[in-house]
Nanobody, 123 residues
Framework: QVQLVESGGGSVQAGDSLRLSCAAS????????MGWFRQAPGKEREFVAA????????YVTDSVKGRFTISRDNAKKTVYLQMNSLKPEDTAVYYC????????????????WGQGTQVTVSS
């Protein structure tokens, strides 16, 4: 079992930056692949970024490539999403997710989820 708590969301202007954090509790954090997803009103939850266990192989979706970076600190049991050059279309609730299986971009394959943090980007 792992519990996830996101933080760092807020309301910003286009072009600004935010760093989201996801703190995990429980054992063996390094054994979990971690993902960030987002959901805008009226839309399905979509994959944003993921990072693998141990060696930290990363993958980000094309729409945020070059702007968003995912990283993890296994000692702190925390995964981060650095978001630069934010756009209004990045507005959504951002969720952190964890799963002990290999890195995946599919929401249904993640076993554990945080409660989400709101990111609002105005033009």
């Amino acid at each position: 079992q792992v519990q996830l708590v996101e933080s760092g969301g807020g309301s910003v202007q286009a072009g600004d930056s935010l760093r989201l954090s996801c703190a995990a509790s429980g054992r063996s954090f390094s054994a979990y692949a971690m993902g960030w997803f987002r959901q805008a009103p009226g839309k399905e939850r979509e994959f944003v970024a993921a990072i693998s266990q141990i060696v930290g192989i990363t993958y980000v979706t094309d729409s945020v490539k070059g702007r968003f970076t995912i990283s993890r600190d296994n000692a702190k049991k925390t995964v981060y999403l650095q978001m630069n050059s934010l756009k209004p279309e990045d507005t959504a609730v951002y969720y952190c997710a964890a799963d002990p299986r290999p890195l995946t971009t599919t929401p249904i394959e993640y076993s554990f989820w945080g409660q989400g943090t709101q990111v609002t980007v105005s033009s």
